[in-house]
């Protein structure tokens, strides 16, 4: 298997302590206990009594909150759901779960790093697909042997999105053969240029949503995500769990049954942020023209902006060290060159701080790729 790029976490580690502004993340802004109590309806005081018996969660977790998750994804019963801590635990576990005999897998790239240290445990054969894959492409990928494709809708940092269609032909391609297609939903509910689509879980008896209330709901601090299918395959991901987890957090659990009841509420800020964010970055590009380009992204939180002949690695750490604004470059954290991304969810006040800094860095190019060939 390809080495993978080191990623966002790695990559700003040097830079953190001194950033000041940092939008190279991918995390709707996280919400504040009494922001996130007064959009969803509830006391906090009384979840946090001195009342509460501080004891294990029930084995394979709460019960009710697989209701919430099954009841909105559609067609499917508490049973066909597995809670995880995070999404990229329950792609680790969907890894781990699959047969002894699975060899080939087909994954569109990037993908959770979660993934490749599960795949290469298993030490299975995969076929990269680079995102935003084309439908056609990641088809012909399907093989005799395959146990099992993985993407990513939104997928981030691209912000592709694969219509209901496409992934029920991938599925029926794939029941064909035996195997199972996993969608990383992690940043479902966010669309841009394109409507949200149906879960996967509910357009294919074969196909398996995979989320969490980290990335578009704001509260990645509660580590709480789930994958949901097929109960064969949900039954052996539970029993991983079972061997490891055992029970998630009691106050997680609870926390997340409200984000989940007031999803539209949560859904609904991330949406406003997006929508503020996204035409500043328009601006500024447009004030940028031949050097930096935009592709609207079909949903999701990330944008994805293209620099032309820049050393894009270079020009994010010179802004993380002079400026204190932190970018995450493409190649080093995705493995996609000429390319940064930035998060579009995040507060209007970052913001407006951070886009006249990268209007002055931006201008700086011009003025250096001017003097070169002058």
């Not at 009494?34 to 959009?39: N, P, V």
């Not at 019963?77 to 781990?96: K, M, Q």
């Not at 969608?183 to 949200?196: I, N, R």
Request: glycine letters at 10%; one cysteine or more; aromatic letters at 6%.
């Amino acid at each position: 298997m390809p080495s993978r790029p080191f990623g966002i976490t790695t990559w700003a580690a040097p830079y953190l302590a001194s950033a000041k502004l940092v939008i190279g993340t991918s995390t709707a802004a996280p919400l504040r206990l009494s922001e996130f109590a007064g959009l969803a309806g509830f006391d906090f005081g009384e979840l946090f009594s001195g009342d509460v018996l501080m004891r294990h969660g029930p084995v394979g977790g709460s019960v009710e909150l697989q209701e919430l998750i099954a009841a909105q994804i559609g067609g499917l019963l508490p049973d066909n759901v597995a809670l995880s801590a995070g999404a990229g635990e329950a792609v680790f576990a969907l890894v781990w779960s699959l047969p002894r005999t699975a060899r080939h897998v087909v994954v569109e790239v990037p993908a959770h790093q979660s993934l490749f240290a599960a795949l290469e445990r298993r030490d299975c054969e995969v076929t990269e697909i680079d995102a935003p894959a084309e439908f056609e492409v990641l088809l012909s990928a399907i093989q005799n042997d395959t146990a099992a494709v993985f993407v990513t809708s939104p997928h981030n940092p691209t912000g592709h999105v694969w219509d209901a269609q496409q992934l029920r032909s991938i599925a029926q391609a794939l029941d064909r053969v035996g195997g199972i297609l996993v969608v990383d939903e992690a940043f479902w509910g966010v669309g841009v240029a394109m409507p949200v689509q149906p879960h996967a879980a509910s357009i294919a008896p074969n196909a398996i949503s995979v989320g969490s209330v980290s990335k578009v709901h704001g509260l990645p601090g509660l580590r709480i995500g789930w994958a949901a299918g097929p109960a064969l395959v949900i039954d052996d991901v539970r029993a991983f769990h079972t061997d490891t987890l055992r029970a998630l957090p009691i106050f997680s659990e609870q926390l997340a049954i409200h984000a989940l009841r007031a999803q539209d509420a949560l859904l609904g800020r991330t949406r406003r942020m997006v929508e503020r964010s996204l035409p500043l970055l328009g601006a500024l590009v447009d004030r940028h023209p031949g050097l930096v380009e935009l592709s609207e992204p079909d949903g999701g939180t990330v944008a994805l902006p293209r620099l032309h002949d820049v050393d894009v690695e270079l020009f994010c750490r010179e802004l993380a060290l002079r400026e204190g604004l932190l970018l995450a470059p493409g190649d080093a954290c995705f493995g996609l060159p000429g390319r940064f991304s930035v998060n579009l969810a995040l507060q209007s006040s970052v913001w407006e701080a951070a886009v006249p800094i990268l209007d002055r860095a931006l201008a700086r190019l011009t003025v250096a790729a001017g003097s070169a060939t002058g």
